[in-house]
């Protein structure tokens, strides 16, 4: 059944990952021009709130992320975004040693 790299994080994850499992690709029918134009108009929307940003890092911590996020099944920058947004939104917190 998983033909995932990662194994799913919750039973609301593995759920959804088996219901696309099941879909017939061969019955789905391509979008209408008019659908199609609504889903390029909603990518544009979304792109346009997100902004570059370099920052400088220490090559060492750049590989310990980059191994991270290759476990993870992540790319680098994603990863970086992912734990920027934990934090920024309070879900990320620190582990008492």
């Known amino acids: 059944m998983n033909k995932y790299k990662t194994k799913p994080l919750d039973s609301e994850e593995k759920e959804v990952m088996e219901a696309i499992d099941k879909i017939d690709m061969k019955k789905l029918q391509k979008p209408s021009k008019k659908e199609q134009q609504l889903f390029r108009n909603a990518a544009r929307e979304f792109v346009k709130k ?10 060492f911590e750049l590989n310990q992320i980059k191994e991270r996020a290759k476990k993870e099944g992540l790319k680098y920058s994603a990863l970086v975004k992912s734990v920027l947004h934990k934090y920024i939104t309070g879900q990320l917190v620190e582990k008492k040693l």
């Not at 997100?50 to 090559?59: A, G, H, L, V």
């Open 50 to 59: 997100e902004t570059k940003m370099n920052i400088r890092i220490d090559p």
